[in-house]
């Protein structure tokens, strides 16, 4: 909303001594914040002055030579002008004026000395939508009566300042002059003027020869007013400089007195050429697939949602949004009739951003007074009447299902200071409540309020603690702390604990999107489940949630890549999302992503797969689940190497993945695997709690095993501790070879076995039981030799 | 005795060509093994007559004590020599790279999130977790914004497909006020804060289609403007400096009343005015206010009884102040330069 200093002092005195930033600051200061705050023409130096010789610059064919006359001097200047003529007062820029995008010096042009500019409105920095090709192409012409040598911005009437408000969506009120005047009468302590709707009616009544029907709903209040005898012709300069400095193109003294009083009041109008209309107006909801021409002669097709104007034949506009071409407003318009009316905001914001979001529409979105929709019928009247020389017919139609009573509101004044937490006297919230316009009465700290129909956004006791915390000052509260019983906050950090390990593991912790293209969606995942998309995607590569992190780190895998870095090793803890059983849910998982160097050194270690299922086991063993997650290469995804992959589960559960990115789909060794972090966290670990240190000494046997390759180490390992006595602490596989002295499709597994007891030493005889039933039950559930037996 | 003389001279003379290990066990074993010349006189002791014994045992044994402190003389001194061979051989360039596994580091946003977390929690609140995709119903209207209402044009939504002003992908944290409140089953106080992604449908240099959010919200009998202030004060203080001076402007928010935007001075230029204040001095980092009576009720609260505070923040925000982070997409870039460079522990 742009605020024209000078409309809104037709309102309100405003202290001439205010510049226009502390006017802008101060509207701030309640809530009101703005963009920008400047004089309407950015630019010094410009007076009127006279053309009094004008003649061609010997060196140039369009170029003249004038003689300007600006009361203290005469100066020469050189202009290109097409226009510029003897006689004509026209706007002189003197040497050192700054305009916009130039200033002005001293100059020789061709050998002829120049001092100073003449200048087109386009110069002044005027928006092109306020010119016409005259002011595009020429300078501009003062009409004779202007004095010269006076200023020229005054002598244009643009001497204007303006205030661009962007304003919040509850106070639609703001969005009128009227509106503005009350919150600056309310900073600056100063009475609203009365607006003149004044105006004489001819003998006739509207009621006899038009009437109108609402068919809807979504029409509240319609009003209708017949105007004759229109004299159209340009507006009034006042006019025509207060759309401008408001943001509106003038066209004619009738179309310009509509946006006026929209400006004025906050009730958008509609004016219909009355003889082109006939003697009825219908409004009603659009059939679906009806058809209408807008005032910009473009067919649009509409649907039940859309609210129409229509005769008895056809649609012949869109409510609230745009007029229709067939009843336009012409330059040979005699007669109106004039609309003012209140369409269902929701029903509005959906046409209009289907079709054209304007001042009207926005108005109509945000809210409109019932009692503005009378002031406007009546104050457009008034202006007709004044700067048309139009005859008012009498009466008016109406429809109306509004109330427009004042809301009555309690306060207790108490309440004030609970919800502020600062006192405010009474008097004070009496005198800010006043000042906006709102009736108070006080009886025993409670005061009655009634809040006129204008203020749309008060409705609660809370909404008139707002207006006097605005107006006393919200940066008046002075900060304390809230006393509360004393309680421990909860937090479960065992995110944070597994992203602190996975950085001491070496990983670099990325955050991505959760929005990835459809064709990912089922990647790395063998899981059945339905995908979710999102209604109006932004671009075709973020379409739908991702169910598995690792495509989102397989990118920025990528994108390093291609900036020549290939030692990555990332990790990421996010949301998973999936549909089941018409449920959307949502999972966290942790997934990681590594390739290339892991261990810096002169000897790289590079990733392998070994690599990875050690950060994972480490991880597992950190949270509690050492020795029970197993390794299986049952139900790999396509995605990863069939043979250098696995399922990872703890007891016999899936928790997630590991293994390489499958060949098929990059030449890179890139290892990935992802954790469910929902399902795994549900299955529980033991506390923490301390054993007693074994006194006694433990014993170390080796034994290795000749047997079939594609026998997996874990298969062995859990038959020894089958096998193995309750004294078997620990098994590990030191080595695994193959090669020399060895079948070629054998392999020999070492493993190093710690045995134990608490309570005593074991004997060697108590070991070589339990050796000998082990070697036995290896050698045979998995056709073994003991190495040094198979010589 | 005379015999005695005669070793003793060997051995001085013996003594004297000894220069290394081997050399000194073999003349261990010439004079003290059981061939030894020592040995061998010891062995004669018994065959003397008894008034020779006694001056013999003394002068055997100046000769034994001669033989051990010259040979423990010169195992030390050949000992120390072949230790330092040793070291001197083993002697490596220290300055050659370590061997070290890489080094992590912690997401930035992860890092803001992190302290803002452990702030709240050292003052009581709990962290509160909520879902991402939500209902409208959820996610709007117990916000009090109705269907239809303008405010929702400043949230342009991602609707999951066919769920049009149904489900959601959460466009702000505040949910999470209305989450909290209806689990809450004894409806009284709450003292909650709730990180997170947010989505909306919007992309440029200041705005990314996925963003975090932080939302703060306390209940009780007689929180008010004032308690919000002081809570504000305390947290901005201790991210943003003390020297922060918080400003409370006011606003609208449909879910709360009265509103606030809340501006702290301009930490980068101390609030004379530059880029980053926009020339005004004063940077708007928060929207806030008293939580409004329609969202209690709709939460099943008294709203006679109980008022309270919200507020939100974005984190993207306070990664991009503290470290002077300009453009929101390097947040999300991933690019590897950017990550590796959040992977120590910052002055605090």
Not at chain 1, 380 to 396: C, N, P
Not at chain 1, 411 to 416: A, C, N, P, T, Y
């Amino acid at each position: 909303m742009k605020l024209s200093r000078k409309f809104v002092n037709d309102y309100i005195d405003l202290d001439a001594n205010l510049s226009i930033k502390q006017i802008a600051d101060a509207m701030t200061n309640v809530g009101n914040e703005y963009d920008s705050a400047t004089p309407l023409i950015n630019a010094t130096n410009l007076v009127v002055g006279k053309i009094i010789k004008c003649t061609n610059h010997p060196d140039s064919n369009h170029l003249h030579i004038c003689l300007v006359d600006i009361k203290d001097e005469v100066l020469n200047i050189v202009c290109g002008a097409p226009n510029a003529k003897e006689g004509i007062k026209v706007i002189v820029a003197k040497n050192g004026a700054k305009l916009p995008n130039i200033e002005i010096k001293k100059t020789t042009i061709r050998g002829v000395e120049s001092n100073g500019m003449l200048c087109s409105l386009q110069e002044l920095g005027l928006d092109n939508k306020f010119l016409d090709e005259k002011d595009k192409n020429g300078i501009y012409e003062f009409s004779d009566d202007v004095e010269i040598g006076i200023d020229a911005i005054k002598a244009l009437g643009l001497d204007d300042e303006v205030i661009d408000f962007e304003l919040t969506s509850n106070r639609a009120d703001l969005l009128s002059i009227l509106g503005m005047a009350y919150e600056l009468g309310t900073i600056y302590k100063k009475q609203i003027k009365n607006i003149d709707l004044t105006y004489k009616e001819n003998d006739e009544d509207i009621n006899n020869s038009f009437n109108i029907e609402v068919k809807t709903e979504d029409c509240p209040l319609f009003l209708a007013k017949k105007i004759v005898n229109l004299n159209i012709k340009p507006s009034p300069d006042f006019i025509k400089n207060r759309l401008i400095a408001s943001g509106i193109r003038p066209i004619n003294n009738v179309v310009d007195i509509s946006n006026y009083v929209m400006l004025e009041t906050g009730q958008p109008l509609h004016f219909y050429d009355a003889n082109n209309l006939g003697n009825k107006i219908i409004v009603r909801n659009a059939i679906d697939g009806e058809k209408v021409v807008t005032l910009d002669k473009i067919e649009r097709t509409l649907t039940k949602e859309d609210i129409v104007i229509a005769t008895d034949k056809e649609a012949i506009g869109l409510a609230g949004v745009m007029g229709g071409y067939s009843t336009e407003v012409e330059p040979t318009t005699k007669n109106i009739i004039i609309e003012s009316a209140i369409f269902n905001s929701v029903k509005i914001r959906k046409t209009s951003k289907k079709i054209l979001r304007s001042e009207a529409s926005n108005r109509f979105e945000k809210g409109i007074d019932p009692k503005r929709t009378y002031m406007a019928l009546e104050r457009s009247a008034h202006l007709l009447e004044k700067y048309a020389d139009a005859t008012i017919v009498g009466g008016s139609c109406v429809y109306d299902k509004t109330t427009k009573e004042d809301k009555i509101i309690t306060l207790q004044i108490d309440k004030v200071e609970k919800v502020l937490g600062i006192k405010i006297p009474e008097d004070t919230c009496i005198e800010i409540l006043t000042n906006l316009g709102f009736k108070v009465e006080s009886n025993n700290n409670i005061l009655t309020v009634s809040v006129p129909t204008r203020r749309l956004d008060i409705n609660i006791k809370e909404d008139l603690i707002e207006e006097i915390g605005r107006f006393y000052g919200m940066n008046n509260i002075k900060g304390k702390l809230p006393t509360f019983d004393t309680k421990l906050g909860k937090f479960n950090k065992v995110k944070r604990d597994i992203r602190n390990k996975m950085i001491s593991l070496g990983l670099n912790e990325t955050l991505s999107y959760s929005l990835i293209s459809e064709e990912d969606v089922y990647k790395y995942t063998n899981d059945k489940f339905e995908k979710i998309k999102i209604a109006d995607p932004m671009s075709e590569e973020r379409t739908t949630l991702r169910y598995s992190l690792i495509s989102s780190l397989k990118e920025i895998y990528e994108y390093n890549k291609n900036r020549r870095f290939n030692d990555i090793s990332i990790f990421e803890i996010g949301k998973s999302f999936y549909k089941e059983n018409n449920e959307y849910k949502e999972q966290t998982k942790l997934a990681l992503l590594m390739s290339g160097v892991y261990l810096e050194s002169l000897n790289k270690l590079k990733v392998d797969f070994y690599i990875i299922k050690g950060i994972v086991e480490e991880l597992l063993d950190y949270l509690g689940y050492k020795n029970r997650y197993n390794f299986t290469t049952n139900n790999i995804p396509k995605e990863l190497h069939p043979n250098m992959s696995a399922t990872i589960t703890i007891d016999n559960k899936e928790i997630g993945i590991i293994g390489k990115i499958n060949p098929t789909i990059t030449k890179d060794d890139i290892y990935v695997s992802e954790i469910n972090l929902d399902k795994l966290l549900a299955i529980k670990t033991s506390k923490m709690s301390f054993k007693e240190l074994n006194k006694y000494p433990s014993v170390i046997k080796d034994l290795a095993f000749i047997l079939d390759k594609d026998i997996e180490a874990q298969d062995i390992v859990k038959e020894i501790k089958k096998s193995g006595s309750s004294k078997l602490q620990n098994i590990e596989i030191f080595d695994v070879y193959t090669g020399n002295n060895i079948d070629k499709n054998k392999k020999s597994l070492a493993f190093k076995l710690t045995f134990t007891d608490n309570s005593k030493t074991l004997t060697e005889e108590e070991i070589n039981i339990s050796i000998n039933k082990i070697i036995n039950d290896i050698s045979k559930k998995f056709n073994a030799i003991l190495r040094g037996d198979d010589l | 005795m005379f015999k005695i003389e005669e070793v003793k001279l060997q051995l001085l003379a013996d003594l004297d060509k000894i220069n290394s290990m081997e050399k000194l066990n073999n003349l261990k074993v010439e004079y003290l093994g059981k061939k030894g010349k020592i040995t061998e006189l010891t062995s004669q002791v018994k065959t003397l007559d008894n008034d020779k014994k006694k001056e013999f045992g003394i002068k055997l044994n100046e000769l034994k004590k001669l033989f051990n402190e010259n040979y423990n003389q010169i195992y030390t001194k050949l000992n120390e020599e072949l230790i330092n061979k040793k070291l001197q051989s083993e002697k490596i360039d220290i300055t050659l790279p370590a061997t070290k596994v890489k080094r992590g580091s912690k997401h930035p946003m992860s890092r803001v999130q992190e302290e803002f977390e452990d702030l709240f929690l050292s003052m009581g609140y709990t962290i509160y977790d909520g879902p991402e995709l939500e209902s409208d119903e959820n996610c709007f209207q117990k916000l009090n914004i109705a269907k239809g209402h303008p405010a929702r044009d400043a949230q342009d939504t991602f609707y999951l497909e066919g769920e049009y002003e149904n489900y959601l992908l959460r466009t702000q944290t505040s949910t999470a006020q209305v989450r909290a409140m209806e689990e809450n089953k004894e409806k009284g106080p709450l003292k909650i804060v709730c990180p997170g992604k947010v989505y909306r449908r919007d992309e440029d240099a200041t705005h990314s289609h996925q963003f975090m959010q932080i939302e703060g919200l306390v209940i009780d009998k007689d929180i008010s403007m004032a308690d919000l202030k002081g809570t504000l004060e305390l947290f901005l203080k201790k991210f943003l400096g003390e020297n922060t001076e918080v400003r409370f402007r006011p606003s609208f928010f449909p879910f709360t009343e009265p509103s606030v935007e809340v501006d702290i001075s301009c930490f980068k230029c101390g609030g004379k005015g530059c880029n980053l204040c926009k020339h005004t001095g004063w940077i708007e980092v928060l929207g806030a206010g008293m939580v409004h009576p329609h969202v209690l009720e709709m939460s099943g609260y008294d709203p006679n009884k109980y008022q309270g505070f919200a507020f939100g923040t974005g984190i993207d925000r306070f990664a991009m102040f503290k470290y002077s982070i300009t453009d929101i997409r390097t947040i999300y870039g991933n690019d590897i330069r950017f990550l590796t460079q959040f992977d120590r522990r910052d002055e605090e």
